[in-house]
């Protein structure tokens, strides 16, 4: 009998590094750029994981209850039509919506491994533990890495690559161009890719997600502050910084700003960086980009993918789909 602890194993595809690296690179860029943005997984240290989860939970912030939705409605449907042998998760943190996946592609018979990639170690050990313990005839190969600089697919085909969520909507066009042109050549015949998509709507519907009446995104995002004054010796008051959030209609996308309510310089020793905000001057911190399913399929096309399934949540907020490697871009 295999124990659970024989069927998980986790590799460090990350130099030891690697975050403290790319938090610097990222900052001096950012900061020094025109206009100044943060990329938004920044965010996620221990308290802004645990804003998120609240998130979440917010009668505003419709993504996750409605990709959850489509899931629970059409997993079996998307194992049948997937098949895979390996199911690899792109930022899988906590793996629990991920199990409405496992439970429907085990009872079918066909996988074998779950890969799950994601830059945190713990999220991935604390997963593998309750997976393998959950799911017995399954094994977990977990690899911490960073799926924007290192997209290397384990595992047998057929593959399911997971990239759930919405996270899509995280890069800009260029970002997205790349992601797609680093996974494509690693996909063959029978492999596929699950896509969690947000969709277009209404702004009234689109910016409560994003600045809810509780006050909990506001501090989500202004945590990215606290993370650059422990990690960097950062000199930012983050109450002297007021949320926004807005649509931006011609990019088609969220922005999540920080507005500088004074005139004010910010130290950021560590970097040997001084930062002068005017007053009113934003930092822009996140894009969320909003999807036509007409505009979608054509970008994947353009990629090399073939949308062969979409699924929508019952009020088409959200759409997951299945996307094939089309021949013509083998």
């Not at 938090?23 to 990329?39: H, N």
């Not at 199990?99 to 491994?113: K, P, S």
């Not at 007053?279 to 399913?293: D, M, N, P, W």
């Not at 062969?308 to 949540?313: G, K, Y």
Request: proline share 6%.
């Amino acid at each position: 009998m295999t124990s659970s602890s024989d069927r998980f194993s986790l590799t460090r595809r990350l130099p030891a590094d690697h975050q403290a690296e790319a938090l610097r690179s990222d900052v001096l860029k950012g900061l020094t750029g025109q206009p100044k943005t943060l990329p938004p997984k920044w965010f996620y240290d221990g308290r802004g994981s645990e804003l998120f989860e609240r998130i979440t939970r917010l009668p505003e912030y419709y993504p996750t209850r409605a990709e959850h939705a489509i899931l629970r409605e059409r997993a079996d449907e998307i194992a049948g039509a997937a098949g895979a042998a390996t199911l690899v998760e792109l930022g899988s943190g906590s793996s629990r919506k991920t199990r409405l996946l496992l439970d429907a592609l085990t009872a079918r018979g066909t996988l074998r491994l779950y890969a799950p990639l994601d830059v945190s170690e713990d999220a991935l050990v604390a997963a593998g533990g309750a997976l393998t313990a959950d799911y017995p005839g399954l094994t977990v190969a977990a690899a911490v890495t960073d799926y924007e600089v290192d997209l290397t697919l384990p595992g047998e085909a057929p593959r399911l690559v997971a990239f759930l969520g919405g996270t899509l909507g995280n890069l800009d066009d260029a970002g997205r161009r790349a992601f797609y042109a680093a996974l494509r050549p690693q996909l063959g015949p029978g492999d596929g890719l699950l896509l969690g998509a947000d969709l277009v709507k209404p702004a009234d519907v689109l910016v409560p997600a994003y600045d809810d009446a509780q006050g909990v995104t506001a501090a989500f995002n202004k945590n990215v502050l606290h993370v650059l004054n422990r990690e960097l010796g950062a000199g930012f008051d983050p109450d002297a910084f007021d949320h926004r959030a807005l649509w931006n209609a011609r990019e088609s996308r969220i922005e999540m700003r920080l507005c500088s309510r004074r005139a004010q310089t910010v130290p950021v020793p560590a970097l040997d960086l001084t930062v002068d905000f005017e007053r009113g001057e934003e930092l822009r911190t996140e894009i969320s980009v909003k999807f036509h399913r007409d505009g979608l399929t054509a970008e994947l096309a353009r990629a090399g993918f073939d949308v062969r399934h979409w699924w929508t949540d019952e009020g088409g907020r959200f759409a997951l789909l299945l996307a094939a490697p089309s021949p013509q871009g083998s």
